[in-house]
Nanobody, 127 residues
Framework: QLQLVESGGALVQPGGSLRLSCVAS????????IGWFRQAPGKEREGVST????????FYADSVKGRFTISRDNAKKTVYLQMNNLKPEDTGVYYC????????????????????WGQGTQVTVSS
């Protein structure tokens, strides 16, 4: 069974940066992509960024394009989300999940495509 653990969240001022990590352990094979999603209080979980683990293709929500960068280190079984120029609307709990279905990806994807969610890491952007 695959386990994912997120880390790196913190309280940061607007304009600041954070790097989130998503580390895989357990049965770490069979999945095709890792996605980062976030959830603010009272809102639905929304997609932030996804990376295809074979081709390395990356996808971003329009709200984070040009500010966030997703990357992977296959040897460390880790996916990173570098977040720059953070805004208050980026506040939320950030989760990573794995998609075990091979797809022709054109975007971040839907939350129900992903499983093995971690416990999340809190990102708060506030002055």
């Amino acid at each position: 069974q695959l386990q994912l653990v997120e880390s790196g969240g913190a309280l940061v001022q607007p304009g600041g940066s954070l790097r989130l990590s998503c580390v895989a352990s357990g049965f770490t094979s069979g999945y095709h992509a890792i996605g980062w999603f976030r959830q603010a209080p009272g809102k639905e979980r929304e997609g932030v960024s996804t990376i295809s683990l074979s081709e390395g293709s990356t996808f971003y929500a329009d709200s984070v394009k040009g500010r966030f960068t997703i990357s992977r280190d296959n040897a460390k079984k880790t996916v990173y989300l570098q977040m720059n120029n953070l805004k208050p609307e980026d506040t939320g709990v950030y989760y990573c999940g794995a998609d075990f279905t091979p797809r022709l990806r054109i975007g971040v994807g839907e939350p129900w495509w992903f499983t093995s969610w971690g416990q999340g890491t809190q990102v708060t952007v506030s002055s």
